[in-house]
């Protein structure tokens, strides 16, 4: 997931036509209401639950995008590790 | 090993002064941080579940509020919300033997009372239980008079009657005939200010005093934040950081406030105070028992502290001084629909808003068709903008042109269908605040 790929989430979520990467969602119209859809969204498309908080302290596009590809890479070890697991 | 403190934080309604996932982020490393969230508010509580470990709780009971802190192992409660204020001193006293302050917050003609009876105010207040009350207390203390709900908070319902036909209007619009009940209204005779940060002001000002407590009354900060004149009649519509009051006059504001919460016992914790700026002695308005609204995110925006931790460090009584320091000033923005209006009928973008010179942040602008109502006070402004200056000078040019751009893209009507505008709130904005030493 790119950090356009969350702009334009950001975008569609609050109805805005301009989110720029390092604009911060919550300086955009963005609530900890909505951020809630946002992280619903980005696990749609991405496979990453993001905790809230996480969102609160990176709420760039930028940022989010970043949170998305640590998380991933985190789990990619442990998948690999279950399915080697799986295979024995 | 020492344990970590065990704070629970009340939430209830959006419109605290820090939202529930600002509270979490500064409780990181500072305290292990509870939520009790009113069962009335179903998106509160889902977001704050997936902050921290949250219980919902009907807060008309307070045993079982009293209960689920408890059941946490806190021994601190807090809150950010005005309403929540006496339910939350009441806690604290039960809690940890605080002195019990809950007659305080939610009852400002207690605290106009206990300002008198410390030789501290000198203006006449009285609940109003009808009609009949309501005239005879406009007679003794004379137009205007400021009617307002005891517990209220945001201007909301807050009315100024500056003759009889306006007490008539008020007693109509409540449905209220001369003998009927009027529901937990305060009367208080109207206090005339001047605006010391220039004719562009409000002729009153917000001080924020952080009390951790220790018996001294000491504040670990404490600051005054300007504001822009009032919509009809009482409206908030911005506030500006850091204070462009001399010096000064900002530390006999403070004084006065501190001054006001040693008279009524409200000796630690977080403290929002407003007060009318007048010669010689500076007149309270009311005090609050939590932080103000927008005031965090403006010292955000003007210094990157977080103010949210210090508050939440005072509530847990730790004596952590903070000074701010400012690299540019900030504003927030409420504009606010006229007095006569019923509907917005055309409405700027909220991109045509985000591209004007220093706005950082857009927070609501309210489309086309929304319903406005003044009587709803201040949190129904059509446009909550947030800018910034590298000074109080470059700060109101652009708060000027913004202000004229939104008068200019939003039209509203009123309740025959008429389009309807005031220039005055504009007119005073716009003044140039050099005039303020002529």
Redesign the interface.
């Given at each position: 997931m790119t950090p356009d790929d969350v702009a334009i989430l950001m975008q569609d979520l609050l109805d805005s036509d301009e989110v720029a990467v390092d604009d911060s969602f919550f300086d955009v119209g963005g609530t900890s209401m909505t951020a809630l859809t946002l992280i619903s969204e980005v696990q749609r498309l991405s496979g990453v639950s993001l905790p809230l908080l996480d969102i609160v302290r990176n709420p760039t596009p930028d940022g989010i995008a970043r949170l998305v590809t640590q998380h991933r890479n985190e789990a990619a070890p442990a998948q690999a590790d279950a399915e080697e697991a799986a295979r024995q | 090993m020492a344990q970590p403190d065990r704070l629970v934080v009340l939430a209830g309604t959006?419109y605290g002064s820090l939202?529930?996932?600002?509270i979490?982020?500064c409780a990181?490393g500072l305290a292990d941080l509870y939520f009790l969230v009113d069962a009335a508010e179903p998106?509160i509580f889902?977001?704050a579940r997936?902050?921290a470990p949250t219980t919902q709780a009907d807060f008309s009971d307070r045993d079982a509020c009293l209960d689920a802190v408890r059941r946490t192992g806190a021994t601190v409660a807090g809150t950010f919300n005005d309403h929540l204020c006496p339910l939350v001193a009441w806690l604290n006293a039960r809690l940890n033997g605080d002195a019990d302050t809950e007659a305080l917050w939610g009852h400002k003609d207690v605290q106009r009372q206990r300002l008198r009876a410390a030789g501290l105010s000198g203006v006449m207040s009285n609940r109003v239980s009808d009609g009949f009350a309501l005239r005879k207390f406009a007679r003794q203390a004379g137009f205007p008079v400021v009617v307002k709900p005891t517990s209220g908070c945001g201007s909301n319902e807050v009315w100024l009657l500056r003759q009889e036909a306006d007490v008539d209007a008020f007693l109509a619009r409540s449905g209220t005939g001369p003998r009927q009940e009027l529901d937990d209204v305060f009367a208080e005779q109207f206090i005339v200010g001047e605006p010391w940060a220039g004719p562009h002001r409000a002729d009153y000002v917000s001080a924020e005093l952080f009390r951790p407590g220790g018996g001294t009354g000491a504040a670990a900060l404490r600051f005054v934040t300007d504001r822009l004149p009032s919509a009809w009649p009482f409206r908030e519509t911005g506030l500006i950081l850091p204070s462009a009051i001399a010096p000064d006059r900002q530390r006999l504001l403070l004084t006065t406030a501190e001054r006001a919460l040693d008279a009524v016992g409200a000796r630690e914790g977080v403290f929002h105070v407003e007060i009318k700026t007048k010669s010689p002695v500076p007149e309270i308005i009311e005090l609050n028992g939590r932080l103000g609204g927008f005031v965090a995110r403006l010292v955000g925006y003007g210094t990157g502290e977080r103010l949210g931790r210090l508050a939440l460090s005072c509530l847990l009584g730790h004596a952590q001084e903070l000074t701010l320091s400012w690299d540019r000033c900030a504003q927030v923005l409420l504009f606010q629909a006229p007095s006569a209006a019923v509907a917005v009928t055309r409405a700027p973008?909220?991109?045509e808003v985000?591209r004007m010179p220093g706005v950082?942040?857009?927070?609501?602008v309210s489309p086309e068709g929304t319903a406005v109502d003044w009587r709803h006070g201040t949190n129904r402004a059509v446009a909550w903008v947030?800018l910034t200056g590298d000074g109080h000078d470059e700060l109101h040019e652009r708060l000027v042109d913004l202000a004229r751009f939104l008068s200019d893209s939003f039209t509203f009507v009123d309740a025959d269908g008429r389009e309807v505008r005031e220039s005055d709130w504009l007119e005073r904005v716009s003044k140039s605040p050099a005039l303020e030493n002529t």
């Open positions: - | 959006k939202p529930p996932a600002e979490a982020s990181d998106d889902a977001v997936s902050l973008t909220r991109r985000r950082v942040a857009v927070d609501e947030w």
